[in-house]
């Protein structure tokens, strides 16, 4: 039966949440096209990994070597080069991360097989990938049909699946690794933490998030002030941040912080997927926009298409602000 690997995708200790969203399509593949599913765990120390994927999916190779500490493109390639030569799976998926997003694109050129990136969704059709990516922002949808190929890739968007659920026990294979490469021209440097900062937007029940609509530093008191009297904690998009009119630990999605608030008060934020893969949790979403086709309302429990500062002014009114 033809396979499908999923690449599973950690750091510092801990399996990323994408990979198990990534498991829910392996999944779906296996039910919809027959697809055997197997999860590849790949670094130094990760048996305890592959203890945890066994739960998810039947199969869990491991590729366990001390050469494999850090994520580097060379050494996984290299393993991963190996793996897919020998198992000839049909397709091979990966989280559209950092992870992914490099190693993924290049592996597809080096061994000749097509590659769709940035994936909402993703099928076969007659033993051919078949994939759907969203694009200019969230406004159309592309589908993607490929011609016959011995074997295909896919990296899959943060958020287009929901992480799966442990169903069973899987079995564990090790795969030994390759000699590595003779030499290679990147080199792991270590982590680098952003600053903590004063507040903590992944505890906070209720956020208020600004984006670009704030337009300038000087409105940025007014959402402050609107915040404080709601009881919430301001966060932002990452715009907001890149203009330094809010620190970094206040940026929510997938190059910020991961929050799961009760109540998510988004005002001027168009809804990138960047942005709204880092909103989680069964809370309530409520969208502010004046642009009625702004893709934010699509992921938004309640939506208003209205200019953000007039509902700032109504809510400080409301709240009795002087
Ligand atoms: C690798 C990578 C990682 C990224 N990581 C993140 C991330 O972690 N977090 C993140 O947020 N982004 C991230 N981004 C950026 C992301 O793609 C978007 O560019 C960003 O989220 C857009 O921010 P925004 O919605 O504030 O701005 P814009 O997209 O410019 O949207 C501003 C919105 O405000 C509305 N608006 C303007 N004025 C008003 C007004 N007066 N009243 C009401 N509405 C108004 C507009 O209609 C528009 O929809 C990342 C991008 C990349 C490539």
């Known amino acids: 039966m033809a396979k499908v690997f999923v690449l ?10 994408a990979t198990f ?24 120390g990760v048996a305890p990994f592959a203890e945890t994927l066994a739960a998810y999916l039947p199969e869990t190779i491991v590729v366990d070597d001390p050469s494999l500490e850090h994520f580097r493109f060379e050494t996984y390639a290299a393993v991963l080069r190996d793996l897919i030569e020998r198992e000839t799976p049909l397709l091979v998926i990966a989280p559209h991360s950092a992870f992914g997003m490099e190693l993924v694109p290049r592996l597809s ?8 990136t940035d994936c909402v969704a993703v099928g076969m059709d007659g033993g051919a ?16 049909a490929f011609a016959p190929a011995g074997g295909y890739f896919a990296t899959v968007r943060a958020g287009s699946y929901a992480p799966a659920d442990p169903a069973g026990t899987g079995a564990i294979r090790a795969h030994a690794c390759p000699a590595p490469p003779a030499a290679w021209r990147t080199e792991h440097r270590g ?7 004063a507040v903590d937007i992944t505890q906070a029940p209720l956020l208020l998030a600004i984006g670009r609509g704030i337009k300038d530093a000087e409105n940025i008191p007014k959402a402050q002030a609107l915040a404080d009297r709601l009881g919430a904690v301001l966060a932002c998009s990452r715009p907001v941040v890149d203009k330094k009119w809010l620190g970094k630990e206040r940026q929510v999605g997938t190059s910020g912080r991961t929050v799961k608030p009760k109540v998510y008060l988004a005002l001027g934020i ?14 309530v979403f409520i969208a502010v926009n004046r642009d009625p086709k702004a893709p934010v309302f699509r992921a938004a429990d309640f939506g208003v298409v209205e200019d953000m500062f ?5 809510l400080a009114e409301k709240l009795g602000a002087k």
Request: aromatic letters at 4%; one cysteine or more.
């Open 109 to 116: 050129a080096e061994l000749a097989r097509p590659c769709a």
């Open 8 to 17: 599973v995708e950690h750091r510092r200790g801990s399996i990323r949440e």
């Open 129 to 144: 990938l078949a994939a759907t990516r969203s694009v200019y922002n969230g406004k159309i949808d592309e589908r993607l």
């Open 21 to 44: 969203e990534c498991v829910t399509l392996a999944r779906e593949l296996q039910t919809a096209a027959g697809l055997e599913p197997a999860a590849v765990v790949i670094g130094s």
């Open 191 to 197: 982590y680098r933490e952003t600053a903590a900062g």
């Open 270 to 283: 168009s809804g990138a997927f960047q942005h709204i893969a880092g909103i989680k949790g069964p809370g």
């Open 310 to 314: 007039k509902i700032i002014d109504a």
